[in-house]
């Protein structure tokens, strides 16, 4: 039988094989986020208890803040009052606690186990699966922490003012960030297809985001070698940034986060699909 003639004859929502446009790949990967959430919800707790550490977190640089204003202005030194600084604090916390270390290597796991020829073999794009996955994995993560690093900030520094047109940049900015973040990650874990290990190089790209992407202290307040480093690389556009949109309202700045951030982004695609489309060729698959 004509094979045209044998997919005409199964119904649409049942051909599950067929890839589909832009409209299916998009519904696909929403899909593959939303099972990832609910997945995760099942072990809520688990999630609440590595939390704790936020809590720590902020006390202790709380204190630490509160110790250093006694003897030079905080807020010259990095042009944020002491309690911007400790919802600062909480939201780039929440960035980074947000990420899943074992998913930066699950490609690498696949690799190796071979389970990558399942992967490829199902009906949405294996980059796209990992997109999905990771996106349901970090908004999940992401409003956890930030709502215990919010509580932890009422508490012991009180509430500041933040416009409602920060909130919108600070996680318009976050959420691109997070996709922009996962761009480079991925290309990172494609290398395994040589190298079968890649977690050494994630930990350098992770700790590098912490130290140069602003994490714990504004890049102001950095030595000015430091600081010009770190203004610099992109990496304060996945971390800094958002964080200063959420404690500073500003509108301009925004926008040019943004197309920075796009930009990074688009930069990091050539690698991306470079490195995927190579790497498929050395996947070989047997059996029947």
């Not at 936020?54 to 944020?80: E, H, P, R, Y």
């Not at 922490?145 to 919108?168: K, M, Q, R, T």
């Not at 874990?189 to 190089?201: H, V, Y």
């Not at 480093?229 to 301009?252: G, K, M, N, T």
Request: glycine share 10%; with cysteine; charged share 10%.
């Amino acid at each position: 039988m004509d094979e045209n003639l044998r997919m005409d004859a199964v119904p649409a929502a049942w051909n599950l094989r067929r890839p589909g446009g832009l409209g299916a790949l998009l519904g696909k990967t929403w899909a593959v986020l939303r099972i990832t959430v609910a997945t995760r919800l099942a072990y809520l707790g688990e999630l609440l208890v590595r939390s704790i550490f936020m809590v720590l977190i902020l006390f202790i640089f709380t204190q630490l803040w509160n110790a250093t204003n006694a003897s030079q202005d905080v807020g010259a030194l990095t042009g944020f009052a002491i309690p911007q600084l400790i919802w600062y604090l909480a939201f780039t916390e929440a960035l980074m606690m947000s990420v899943n270390s074992m998913g930066d290597t699950e490609v690498d796991r696949e690799v190796r186990s071979g389970d990558i020829a399942y992967r490829l073999a199902r009906p949405l794009p294996y980059p796209l699966y990992h997109l999905g996955a990771m996106l349901g994995e970090r908004l999940l993560r992401f409003g956890m922490n930030l709502a215990v690093g919010c509580l932890v900030s009422l508490v012991v520094v009180g509430p500041i003012s933040i416009a409602p047109l920060s909130l919108v940049a600070a996680f318009s900015t976050a959420i691109f960030g997070f996709v922009v973040d996962w761009i480079w990650m991925f290309a990172i874990a494609l290398l395994s297809f040589w190298i079968e290990d890649t977690m050494g190089l994630h930990l350098l790209y992770r700790r590098a985001q912490m130290l140069l992407g602003g994490m714990l202290i504004p890049l102001e307040a950095y030595p000015a070698w430091l600081g010009n480093i770190a203004q610099a690389l992109p990496f304060q556009y996945l971390v800094y940034q958002p964080a200063r949109l959420f404690v500073q309202a500003d509108v301009s700045g925004w926008l040019h986060v943004l197309g920075v951030q796009a930009l990074i982004g688009i930069v990091g695609l050539l690698p991306l699909l470079v490195i995927y489309r190579l790497g498929l060729r050395r996947v070989s698959a047997q059996g029947g």
